[in-house]
């Protein structure tokens, strides 16, 4: 199998491992969740905005034109520096790679 071809399911599978890693951890000290006003709900829309921006980040960059190799540090980059990885994709990536238009 090509590598191009494992990219989209290995993208996919960094994806569920981001939500394993963020999923909250019991506080032993509050004894459940029943306090959620303690920690707010901003982090929430925060860290929701910043994961639909990275799925975002990770469909363009799987849809250039780029090598597989190149797709796949811009999708690590992206996983291990979400808000960093997001902003440096925007400003940096150069719109030469970008599939053309299909012209009628």
Request: proline content about 6%.
């Amino acid at each position: 199998m090509s590598p191009t071809r494992l990219l989209p399911a290995f993208a996919f599978q960094l994806c569920l491992a981001g939500l394993a890693a963020a999923a909250p951890i019991a506080d032993p000290v509050v004894g459940g969740s029943g306090n959620a006003w303690k920690y707010g709900v901003t982090g929430g829309i925060f860290g929701l905005t910043v994961m639909i921006l990275d799925v975002i980040v990770f469909f363009k960059v799987l849809r250039s034109t780029r090598s597989w190799r190149r797709k796949a540090l811009w999708c690590l980059f992206v996983f291990f520096f979400p808000i960093i990885g997001v902003l440096l994709y925007w400003f940096l990536s150069s719109k030469e790679h970008k599939r053309p238009a299909v012209s009628r």
